[in-house]
């Protein structure tokens, strides 16, 4: 049990993911990094033990929770999942990576250069991918909540109201976020750090790589599950429209 005048160092020595609980709770690891968990919470004006029950949490928490059988669910379901989880580990966390990496820069740019390429790069890319998670949550996801609805209705009023959209184009978009985060990898030499390496970082190739394989399993589960089913709810959608309108 981690108390309160255990040094943020030591800590995060200990678990690099606790860099994302300290800085979701206004502790800057760069300000505070030599201070005891009580000084830097003082210095922020946070209550300690909130502060320690996140840690102890996240300490005793999986690495990586099971994931779920997404075939058994329904698009709704998986939807939800998405936005829950994906979505809202991409708005705390990219942030954060991006403030760590301009740190990085600043401190270590001489020593590690390739950090210049890829704050400029990751900046444009956070932008991006933040339009990208708004077009999901204000048009895809819709989309596909009217299709499920459309094709559950056993009247026609719902397939008539579906709005001149396919998933095929809809999915083009994954194809660039995709590429884009192997650039990522690739720039950072696959997330490549020494143990000899300062603390921040590794933190940050830690960072990183969870970001990397966050978004594989975010378009994962979207374009080898969500679509697919999407794509059998168009077709249902089609062949019934195409009957409604005596086209068969």
């Known amino acids: 049990m981690i108390q309160g005048d255990y040094k943020i160092k030591v800590l995060l020595e200990r678990n690099y993911r606790l860099a994302a609980v300290l800085f979701q709770n206004g502790v800057d690891i760069f300000k505070c990094m030599e201070l005891s968990i009580e000084d830097a919470c003082k210095r922020v004006r946070l209550d300690p033990g909130k502060l320690l029950l996140r840690i102890n949490f996240t300490l005793t928490a999986p690495d990586k929770p099971a994931q779920p059988d997404f075939q058994q669910f329904n698009c709704g ?7 829950h989880t994906h979505h809202a580990h991409s708005r ?70 579906l709005p001149d959209l396919s998933i095929l184009s809809l999915n083009a978009r994954h194809m660039t976020d995709n590429e884009d985060i192997e650039d990522i990898s690739r720039l950072t030499n696959h997330f490549r750090y020494d143990e000899t390496d300062p603390l921040p970082f590794r933190i940050l190739m830690f960072e990183l790589e969870d970001l990397y394989n966050n978004l594989r399993e975010h378009s994962q589960v979207e374009e080898l599950v969500l679509f697919h089913k999407a794509e059998a709810l168009e077709k249902e959608a089609s062949a019934r429209m195409h009957k409604l309108l005596g086209l068969n």
């Open 77 to 83: 379901h998986i939807i939800l999942y998405l936005i």
């Open 92 to 161: 705390v966390t990219l942030p954060m990576i991006h403030y760590h990496i301009k740190k990085n820069e600043q401190l270590f740019g001489g020593e590690f250069p390739h950090l210049m390429m890829l704050n400029s790069f990751f900046d444009k890319f956070r932008s991006d991918f933040m339009y990208h998670l708004r077009q999901e949550e204000e048009i895809i996801f819709p989309y596909i909540h009217q299709l499920e609805e459309a094709v559950a209705d056993k009247g026609n009023q719902k397939l008539l109201e």
